[in-house]
């Protein structure tokens, strides 16, 4: 669903005029900032900018709008002319919420299943007795008793039947049947009206969620055609080996692009939009600046072995040792996870490099990092166990039981979420110390998408990182899958790859052509301060961009 859009006029100077609609802009007193009112509280809203009123209009920065309102802080030097705001609803959809002959996707399945239902199966039991005996019979004797027409037909206006009728939740019948939350949500807020056939159309999507079309789908859409074009940021490919160190001097200070990346482990940008690379055998932390530059910002060359001396120093003077982790704060420090020296360390914005966590040894399968902006707190994790600093209690175990972690992130509720790769599973670590799995099963089997996050299986997942709104995206490293779980707890598929090198789909919007591999071997994903999201794939060395801006047709 969209919002129609108000008008700006002149270097973001005044208002033009404001068509009657949900949706407003004004200028606020922060210059070259556009201030949205009225948008979707789970939405996205795009600011777009034209030379004429008529167009042509080019979209120029997108903010999420998770209350309802949005800021878009745009170049005060730029160009003028006229801006206009669009906004898309990536939550709710309305209805009709009846369905349709094209919603029955697999109509070989639910025949069977409702001809023949199990004893156990008390949705199906409940919908047979609700059908009628002319559908019973096309459904009993498909394929063959009807034309396909005919049975859809039949089988959607009895069902559509159960739609418009009284809810028919009930937690008996619905055991062993995974309800999303607002499934839940809604079953538990003794719905009336149109939610009532909300409720309905939702639970047979839950139970049969391979047979039937979801209608949130619509959501999902207005997700991916609120992201653009995909493009490699960093690394070239040329590599020695997965293991080796294949920095070349000569790269450094030239196009990001044309330099060799060592199994890098995580990318991350500060608010200028430089971009940080934690490039792991070649022992170094790289940067990237907007202008698509590259240079060392901590470690030596070759490094790897030594520690170096542990007092604060030009962060370029030091060696480190399998960087497996970073987390940069928007002024441009940074924090690095130095694996086998054992180190969390620290480095200004003057390039100073300092230690703030000494593990005594080197940290076992060393990965994810999170730092506190007052450097207060920090977690890291140490292969089957998260580490928690604090300034006043030192070092801690905080969280046990784990396979071997990836990185974590923090949800928008300030919860800590850890990615498991051997578990192939993401837990979110509550305040009581309950670990509730967000995504993911424990064989790394079963669902796909459109499924529940926790009922599909994710190949050794590797990475998870939050977006605004309290979706998230997932990678995997043997699958070199890109995954997003939406606020109703849904996955879907982002892009796919293989683990033997797959790199394609520059240029183009990044959700089309999904038969096309065009990853491998993702280790982390993070977003910059324009939402764009970052993608890190290791073993050849690269850094992919996912341009937050419309890019679909």
Not at 360 to 382: C, K, M, N
Request: proline share 6%; hydrophobic share 40%.
């Amino acid at each position: 669903m969209r919002k129609p859009f108000p008008l700006l006029v002149g270097s973001l100077a005044c208002v033009l005029c404001c068509r009657a609609s949900d949706l407003q802009i004004s200028l606020p007193s922060h210059p070259g900032e556009i201030a949205v009112q009225g948008a979707y509280p789970g939405g996205v809203v795009t600011v777009e900018r034209a030379s004429r009123v008529e167009g042509a209009w080019t979209p120029v920065r997108s903010v999420f709008s998770t209350d309802g309102t949005a800021r878009a802080v745009l170049e005060a030097s730029g160009p003028g002319g006229f801006f206009r705001a669009r906004a898309v609803d990536l939550e709710g959809v309305s209805g009709p919420w009846t369905l349709e002959s094209a919603d029955i996707l697999d109509l070989a399945t639910m025949a069977a299943v409702l001809s023949a239902p199990a004893d156990t199966d008390g949705v199906s039991l409940y919908l047979v007795s609700s059908l009628s005996s002319s559908t019973v019979a096309l459904l009993s004797g498909y394929p063959g008793s009807a034309s396909d027409a005919v049975v859809l037909g039949a089988l959607v206006g009895d069902l559509n039947s159960v739609i418009r009728g009284p809810a028919f939740y009930d937690a008996d019948r619905f055991f062993g049947v995974p309800l999303s939350p607002s499934t839940l949500r809604l079953a538990e807020g003794a719905p009336t009206g149109e939610a009532v056939q909300r409720l309905n159309r939702q639970l047979l999507e839950d139970a049969y969620p391979a047979a039937l079309r979801q209608k949130r789908a619509a959501a999902f859409s207005n997700f991916t055609h609120s992201f653009g074009l995909l493009s490699t940021v960093a690394g070239n490919g040329v590599i020695t080996c997965v293991s080796c160190n294949s920095w070349v001097p000569e790269a450094e200070g030239g196009a990001a692009t044309s330099a060799p990346l060592s199994s890098p482990h995580i990318s991350m940008a500060d608010r200028a939009g430089n971009i940080y690379i934690a490039d792991k055998r070649a022992h170094a932390i790289r940067k990237v600046t907007p202008d698509g530059i590259l240079t060392t910002v901590a470690g030596i060359d070759p490094g790897g072995g030594v520690m170096g001396d542990t007092n604060p120093a030009p962060a370029i003077s030091l060696p480190l040792n399998n960087p497996n982790g970073i987390w940069v704060r928007g002024d441009g420090t940074f924090y690095i996870l130095d694996r086998d020296n054992g180190l969390i360390r620290k480095v200004d914005t003057d390039g100073i490099m300092s230690v703030m966590v000494d593990y005594g040894t080197a940290i076992p399968g060393g990965r994810g990092l999170w730092v506190s902006p007052d450097e207060s707190l920090l977690y890291f994790s140490a292969n089957s166990q998260v580490m928690r600093w604090d300034s006043t209690n030192g070092l801690s175990s905080y969280a046990t039981g784990f396979a071997a972690l990836g990185n974590m992130c923090m949800d928008p509720g300030g919860r800590l979420v850890v990615a498991d790769a051997t578990r192939n599973q993401v837990v979110r670590l509550e305040p009581d110390g309950t670990q509730t799995v967000i995504a993911g099963t424990p064989t790394g089997t079963g669902g796909g998408d459109g499924w529940l996050a926790t009922e599909t299986g994710l190949s050794q997942v590797r990475g998870v990182w939050f977006l605004p709104n309290g979706g998230f995206f997932l990678c995997t490293d043997n699958a070199s899958q890109l995954w997003y779980v939406d606020t109703d707890a849904h996955i879907h598929l982002l892009g796919d790859g293989d683990n033997s090198g797959a790199h394609a789909g520059d240029g183009e919007w990044f959700y089309s052509h999904l038969s096309t591999h065009k990853f491998s071997n993702i280790r982390a994903m993070t977003t910059d301060y324009e939402g764009n999201l970052l993608i890190t794939e290791s073993n050849l060395g690269y850094v992919r961009k996912i341009q937050f801006l419309p890019g679909g047709l």
